[in-house]
């Protein structure tokens, strides 16, 4: 009896190890999926800001946080729910933003909490901006900053994107980071694509 049971066990425990993975990747897929919809509803929101604005969408000084500009000018006027700025899948990144080892400077923070709602710190990047910022470059020359986008600007124009900074092992949804690795972009018409790196053309706007 004693044995059928620690068998039984056994078997248990092999099913289990088996499934966690299977699960882990559809949870993320889940995450990656409710990530693409905050983006859509975030570019929605510009969409209708950019109408009552000449067609301007708002400008940040750079891509990085805090994003205070962007924030203020959607909350609460065109977003009411602060949750659509923080991917769901934000812990894992946590530490790589709070950290100096990956395109610095460290200090970071991407997670939903009181303290990163107040000071405009979100997990995601914005795009339209005056200065490049290091940390998250994006394939323009220095030349083609300001980065002003519209709502009639090109729609292979990046608006935002999920958070990533360079040589991070892992980027969002638990992707391998570097050349293999791949976002939810949010596109200057507002449409959302996950692109991955190895995409031609994934890091060209200029088309």
Same mark, same amino acid.
């Given at each position: 009896?004693?044995?059928?049971?620690?068998?039984?066990?056994?078997?248990?425990?092999?099913?289990?190890?088996?499934?966690?993975?299977?699960?882990?990747?559809?949870?993320?897929?889940? %995450?990656?999926?409710?990530?693409?919809?905050?983006?859509?509803?975030?570019?929605? =929101?510009?969409?209708?800001?950019?109408?009552? %604005?000449?067609?301007?969408?708002?400008?940040?000084?750079?891509?990085?946080?805090?994003?205070? #500009?962007?924030?203020?000018?959607?909350?609460?006027?065109?977003?009411?729910?602060?949750?659509?700025?923080?991917?769901?899948?934000?812990?894992?990144?946590? @530490?790589?933003?709070?950290?100096?080892?990956?395109?610095? @400077?460290?200090?970071?923070?991407?997670?939903?909490?009181? #303290?990163?709602?107040?000071?405009?710190?979100?997990?995601?990047?914005?795009?339209?901006?005056?200065?490049?910022?290091? #940390?998250?470059?994006?394939?323009?020359?220095?030349?083609?900053? @300001?980065?002003?986008?519209?709502?009639?600007?090109?729609?292979?124009?990046?608006?935002?994107?999920?958070?990533?900074?360079?040589?991070?092992?892992?980027?969002? %949804?638990?992707?391998?980071?570097?050349?293999?690795?791949?976002?939810?972009?949010?596109?200057?018409?507002?449409?959302?694509?996950?692109? #991955? %790196?190895?995409?031609?053309? =994934?890091?060209?706007?200029?088309?």
């Amino acid at each position: 009896m004693l044995v059928e049971l620690l068998l039984v066990v056994a078997i248990l425990a092999i099913l289990v190890a088996l499934l966690m993975p299977v699960l882990g990747r559809a949870i993320e897929t889940a %995450h990656r999926t409710r990530c693409a919809a905050n983006l859509r509803q975030v570019g929605l =929101a510009l969409k209708v800001y950019a109408l009552r %604005h000449d067609g301007w969408y708002p400008v940040e000084e750079k891509c990085g946080n805090p994003q205070s #500009r962007l924030v203020g000018a959607l909350v609460p006027d065109y977003l009411d729910d602060m949750r659509v700025f923080y991917c769901p899948s934000a812990e894992v990144l946590e @530490p790589y933003a709070q950290s100096d080892e990956y395109g610095g @400077p460290g200090g970071d923070s991407v997670i939903d909490t009181p #303290r990163n709602r107040a000071r405009c710190y979100i997990t995601y990047k914005y795009f339209s901006v005056n200065q490049r910022d290091t #940390r998250m470059p994006l394939p323009l020359r220095l030349s083609e900053y @300001p980065h002003l986008l519209r709502n009639d600007s090109l729609a292979s124009r990046w608006l935002m994107s999920d958070w990533v900074r360079k040589d991070v092992p892992i980027f969002p %949804h638990q992707e391998k980071g570097g050349w293999g690795g791949g976002r939810n972009i949010l596109f200057a018409d507002t449409s959302v694509r996950f692109v #991955r %790196h190895r995409t031609p053309h =994934a890091f060209t706007e200029r088309q």
